[in-house]
Nanobody
Framework: QVQLVESGGGLVQAGGSLRLSCAASGRTFSSYAMAWFRQAPGKEREFVAAIKWSGGDTYYGYSVKGRFTMSRDVAENTVYLQMDKLKPEDTAVYYC???????????WGQGTQVTVSS
């Protein structure tokens, strides 16, 4: 069973930076992709970023493009989300997800809280 553990969340002032990590364990196969989603109170879950495990192609949601950067460490089975120029509207619980096949996410982490103060 694949387990995803996020870390790196916290409280930061607007304009600041945070780096989230997501470590995958129990994997006996290569994923198709991994992604970050976020959900703020009272709002629907929002796609943030994704990275293809093979090749490292990245994709970003419109609201974070140019400010967030997703990367991966294949040897460590870990993905990262570098978040710069943070805004109060980035406040949410951030979830890591693992996709075995294109179009669906099969495993999810427990989430890590990111709070951006104005």
């Amino acid at each position: 069973q694949v387990q995803l553990v996020e870390s790196g969340g916290g409280l930061v002032q607007a304009g600041g930076s945070l780096r989230l990590s997501c470590a995958a364990s129990g994997r006996t196969f290569s994923s198709y992709a991994m992604a970050w989603f976020r959900q703020a109170p009272g709002k629907e879950r929002e796609f943030v970023a994704a990275i293809k495990w093979s090749g490292g192609d990245t994709y970003y949601g419109y609201s974070v493009k140019g400010r967030f950067t997703m990367s991966r460490d294949v040897a460590e089975n870990t993905v990262y989300l570098q978040m710069d120029k943070l805004k109060p509207e980035d406040t949410a619980v951030y979830y890591c997800a693992d996709s075995l096949n294109q179009g669906e996410y099969d495993y999810w982490g427990q989430g890590t809280q990111v709070t951006v103060s104005s």
